[in-house]
């Protein structure tokens, strides 16, 4: 009888604490799983044929305020996140940085943001595209909520 009650209060610790948990991170991991999804699929030419033409081709901190189509909504297939691939888990839209110059880097986001990252020293990250979330607060130079929490490796 004893080892009853025990299992039935463990089974509902581990319950309450597994609700608790996804509660605190759902949106933390949605937006995660977002952002390794698109960084996989999302190219400097397919950002580049979203923001239109008249677009400048700088490499500078953009939004991701452009339509995406459905061939690639699909091949995120993040149907059932609370983030999509235009916004967050908070609401709020992604920050990317496109190598458009095709030298495999793009500048640091973490020095672009007003005020910079305190610490981050590394100018340029060798990758063709940065992409991150701003977080919880939507602000994109409060470091410590911002996901992914930091690009120098």
């Known amino acids: 009888m004893i080892v009853v009650i025990i299992a039935v209060l463990a089974w509902f610790f581990v319950g309450y604490t597994n609700e608790k948990r996804s509660i605190a991170y759902g949106p933390w991991i949605d937006t995660v ?25 700088d490499e500078v901190l953009l939004r991701t305020d452009w339509q995406f189509d459905d061939a690639m909504i699909k091949k995120i297939d993040m149907r059932r996140s609370i983030a999509t691939p235009n916004k967050d888990s908070w609401g709020s839209l992604y920050y990317i940085i496109c190598d458009f110059n095709n030298d495999g ?14 610490g981050a020293t590394q100018r340029e990250l060798p990758v063709r595209i940065a992409l991150f979330s701003a977080g ?6 409060t ?7 930091g690009f120098v490796r």
């Open 136 to 141: 919880a607060d939507g602000d994109p130079a």
């Open 143 to 149: 470091w410590e909520d911002n996901q992914p929490p």
């Open 33 to 57: 799983f977002m952002i390794g999804r698109m960084r996989e699929l999302i190219t400097p030419e397919y950002v580049a044929s979203k923001i239109g033409p008249a677009s400048p081709r």
């Open 105 to 118: 880097k793009v500048p640091n986001p973490e020095l672009l943001s007003v005020p910079p990252k305190p």
